[in-house]
């Protein structure tokens, strides 16, 4: 072997392997293979005395590979580090440059948006260094995230029976309390609203006397119906042409946002489909991928792909469907770093492949392919018809609209309404006669709960993490029980209250909106060399650390609830206890008496079902068990039900979702995150 290739995926290592030739062998690093030691005093894995320098270990499960790495590095000739082309991939990249140590060999960088042949080899062409500020940039925000998660966790475990708070979760799940709180404070207002009934089509009440008409009440609005009759006279007919532009290509979040709202997908389960797409895809005669980068905060396209897209659009559409110039969107927190999400090539349409994906892969490429075409087509055109209708001292308005030019809803229609409707012909001054004029009574709303979709889009626009970071963050608050989900809309639990009314009592100056967004600002200006890490993390060090320490002294620690009943061992009360496998009753006299009630109603013979079939076997049901004895004695784990005959057991709670790797099943760990169950073989980590 003469050049060892490195990148952080086995199916993208499977992928460019195809493109570099036989002098090339590439591995994967399944991920991350280091991460901040827990070893050190506080666990925090810094050396406070010493300008907080960072303590790293090979992570668990990672022995193994970083071992095979190191021997293969041994017998290489140059060393390419092609991890992912952000700043989590450049860490990657930096960690496997300490550890394989490999000094004496040149080691190179390598970075490509998009899993194709072209941009792969064209990359080799061109390799650079590891960007310094890059790295310190992702190492700062993962010091601040470990010295808040650590310290403020177990401050929260301790007092409230919280499982964790973070800079990025804890500023989102306050968003949502204090929406709830808007909610719950919010008064409804009675209104009312007139229609007069026409043949053919309604009007409203718009004016009273010149004035805007609001009607509180039906005494008021009756009072308005005795001074009208039926006969109304045309005042006005106005026509008007507009445009509706195409939107943008996907970004991370607007990628999210739409497969939220267009094909139902959670943030993760769009991101997981969207890395296997970007990695690569078996379409029969070669392995490709298909989309571009999908971690970015860019619309801008690349003109290697403009001018094939709109060769592609005439072909599909016709020459009067391409629109003029590529209009880039730049919103203020963008970093612009990589192009738009987008497909790789033209000529893999959506249609043409789709028996090489499965369903969701074929739906979200579809959106993402039409997207990308659409951007660059002319504006649908409508015809808009405003009516004003006189009856005495009031105006009432009728509006239609007609669509004359499809533009680029002839390539995206299938993800936009249309609302279109007729008006018959009517000129001003003409009599024309109501068939009825109605009431109806309504109330004023409170501010709309959050979907995901808008919650990414509030966090977007705030400046609150990064778009690669929202789909976790939102994993997280679900996973901790701080919100429940009902009609796809975030409810905050009590529990996610009690954590921001904390939050708000002691930690208000840090975690909040604004102090989170210019952390995010301070992170970009570390990786432009603009701060200095060392100066960062001291600053927050000696601000957050004595705030930990007045809420530890003062904070009340919450007394667990009583369930109304007796320890049968000693007589003390019963109470009830969290743990991470859920709540159990136990005697309010622990460590003394360490008596726990086993839940009848979860016999052997009734276990609760994940109707998932054992990836093992083959054969049985995947369901929850407990444990019976030892220190784990009560507490929930997940395996299969042909036991004896089968032993597996889950290394966390099934998710329902495949590994892209290795197709085996996805499991998420007691601290949320989403990782592969064979850790041993494949070792697939969803990245945060």
Known sequence: MKKLVIVESPSKSKTIKQYLGEDYEVLSSKGHIRDLSISNVGGLGLDIENNFTPKYDIIKNKEKTVKDLKKAAKKADEIYLATDPDREGEAISWHLEQVLDAQDKPMHRVIFNEVTKTAVQEAFKHPRSIDEHLVSSQETRRILDRIIGFKLSKLLQNKIKSKSAGRVQSAALKILVDREKEIDAFVSEEYWKVKALFPGFEAELATIDKKKAKLANEEQTDQLLETLNNHFAVDSVKKRSRNRAPKPPFTTSSLQQEASNKLN????????????????????????????????????????????AKQKIVALYGENYVGGKHIKVVSKNAQDAHEAVRPTSCKYHPDEIKSSLNRDEYR?????????????????????????LANKHTMFKARAQEMTFDGYLKAYGDYESVEVNDLPPLESGQAIEAKSINKSQH????????????????????????????????STLKNRKYVDIKEKKFIPTDQGKLTIEKLDEYFDTIINVDYTARMEGVLDEIAHDQAEQTTIVSEFYHT????????????????????????????????????????????????????????????ENNLKSTDITCPKCGKGKIVEREAKRGKNRGKRFYACNNFPKCKHILTGKPTGDKCPDCKNLLVETDEGAIQCDDQKNCGYKAQE
């Open 364 to 388: 979200l490429y579809r959106m993402i392919y039409l997207r990308a075409l659409a951007s660059l087509m002319k504006p649908a055109q409508f015809s808009s018809t405003t009516v004003k």
């Open 265 to 308: 997908f959670s943030g993760q389960k769009t991101m997981m489909i969207a890395q296997k797409l970007y990695e690569g895809i078996d379409i029969g005669h070669e392995t490709v991928g298909l989309i571009t980068y999908m971690r970015t905060d860019s619309t801008r396209l690349s003109g290697t792909f403009i001018a094939p």
């Open 443 to 474: 109330f004023t709303q409170p501010p709309a709960r959050f979907t995901e979709a808008r919650l990414i889009k509030e966090m977007e626009d705030l400046g609150i993490g990064r778009p690669s970071t929202y789909s976790q963050t939102i």
């Open 544 to 603: 957050f650390i004595p705030l930990v320490e007045k809420a530890n002294a003062e904070m009340e620690k919450e007394a667990p609830k009583t369930t109304g009943e007796d320890c049968p061992k000693c007589g003390r009360p019963m109470v009830y206890r969290e743990s991470r496998y859920g709540t159990f009753e136990a005697c309010s006299g622990f460590p003394d008496c360490k008596y726990i009630k086993q839940d009848e109603t979860k016999q």
